[in-house]
Every structure is written in structure tokens, then in C-alpha cells.
Nanobody, 120 residues
């Protein structure tokens, strides 16, 4: 079972930047991908960025060019740099891990979420 601990959320001014991190710990065979989704009040959860173990990335159109996802494989930690923040980026950001707890079994976990709020 993998546990996820997120950090780095907070209040940010429009146009500002913020960096979130998500550390995975626990017992597992391998991690396939890690990423971030967000959920704003009254809206469906939206996948915003994902990074596969091979290095390929995927971004929602709404954040392309502004958000960057990266990963430290040695620390099993994924980072998301958010630049040029907009009011519509206000949401709870949840980390996700897609992993193999053992060979042949694949599952995923969600973190507890980190609130990012536009201060305007």
C-alpha cells in the first residue's frame, strides 16, 4: 500500500507561482505514474498533469504552458510548478499514484489534497 503526503498549497496572488510536492511511501513493487488532479467547488474532478515512469507527460489544456510536472524517482516524489496562476486555478489539488503493489496487480491511491486559493 502506498501513502501519499502532499505539501505546498496556500494562498497566491493572480499571476503568482506555487510549487506543490507529493511524496509516496510504503510497500510496493513499482510506480507506473504519478500525477495531479484538482477539484473546485461544484465542479467535477479534473486531471491536470501526469508523469509516467518513462518520462512522458500529459497536461490538461487549461494548464498547458503554465504548469510543469517533474519527479524525483529516488525520493518517489512528484512536484508540480504552477506559474501565472489564475482565479480559476483555485481548487483542492490531489496527488495520484498509479502503481503495482506486487507483480500483476495494478491500483492507484489519492492523497489528502492541498488547497490552492487565489487571493484576489
Amino acid at each position: 500500500q502506498v501513502q501519499l503526503v502532499e505539501s505546498g498549497g496556500g494562498l497566491v496572488q493572480p499571476g503568482g507561482s506555487l510549487r506543490l510536492s507529493c511524496a509516496a511511501s510504503g510497500s510496493f513493487f513499482s510506480i507506473n505514474a504519478m500525477g495531479w488532479a484538482r477539484q473546485a467547488p461544484g465542479k467535477a474532478r479534473e486531471l491536470v498533469a501526469a508523469l509516467a515512469s518513462g518520462g512522458s507527460t500529459n497536461y490538461a489544456d487549461s494548464v498547458k504552458g503554465r504548469f510543469t510536472i517533474s519527479r524525483d524517482n529516488a525520493k518517489n516524489t512528484v512536484y508540480r510548478q504552477m506559474n501565472s496562476l489564475k482565479p480559476e486555478d483555485t481548487a483542492v489539488y490531489l496527488c495520484n499514484v498509479d502503481y503495482y503493489p506486487r507483480i500483476g496487480v495494478r491500483t492507484n491511491n489519492w492523497g489528502q489534497g492541498a488547497q490552492v486559493t487565489d487571493s484576489s
